[in-house]
């Protein structure tokens, strides 16, 4: 019989600050250690070429599906709401499926920021999870008040310094993507 969490909660973490899909990545592996089954989707990111994507394929506990393009959105598409409602339908699929242990939902707080998918359907995919399934959000700068008054653990991620900013360093291969 598999190892099962007592009691699943809602984390969510967001805000300016780096780490936010490492920090659920984090949480993901950590609990594939003790046996336990993640499933990792990703809103907006159709780049296979993240590091991430290779590890969880190395992982026989952890699975990962990508819905978007390689590009990254400044000005949403009919692709880019379609991939998003693809998103949603396969999220309640593996989340009412209750084979897993932890589901993550990366970025999807920017897809609700900009408008990619509607906030009242994450919060229908909150209330339908099931009582031992931890559910856990990130992305965005700013998360919609109704996750944050949904959540059971709210981390904001806050720069301080990025050497982006105080050295012009681009994204690096193994460190951010």
Request: no cysteine.
């Amino acid at each position: 019989m598999r190892k099962r969490l007592k009691q699943g909660l809602v984390q969510v973490y967001f805000g300016r600050g780096k780490g936010k899909t490492t920090a659920a990545l984090g949480q993901g592996f950590r609990a594939t250690g003790h046996g336990f089954k993640v499933y990792m989707i990703q809103f907006m990111k159709g780049n296979t070429r993240y590091g991430e994507i290779d590890a969880i394929k190395a992982n026989p506990h952890f699975e990962v599906k990508q819905f978007g393009t390689e590009e990254l959105i400044e000005i949403p598409r009919e692709i880019d709401y379609e991939e998003g409602k693809k998103a949603i339908d396969f999220a309640e699929k593996i989340i009412k499926s209750d084979e897993y242990d932890i589901v993550i939902l990366d970025e999807v707080g920017v897809a609700i920021q900009m408008g990619i998918v509607d906030v009242e359907d994450i919060l229908k995919l909150i209330d339908s999870k099931p009582e031992k399934l931890e559910l856990i959000l990130t992305g965005g700068i700013k998360m919609h008040p109704k996750i944050k008054e949904r959540a059971d653990l709210l981390t904001e991620m806050k720069m301080i310094k990025h050497y982006y900013s105080s050295k012009g360093i681009n994204a690096r291969y193994g460190i951010e993507y």
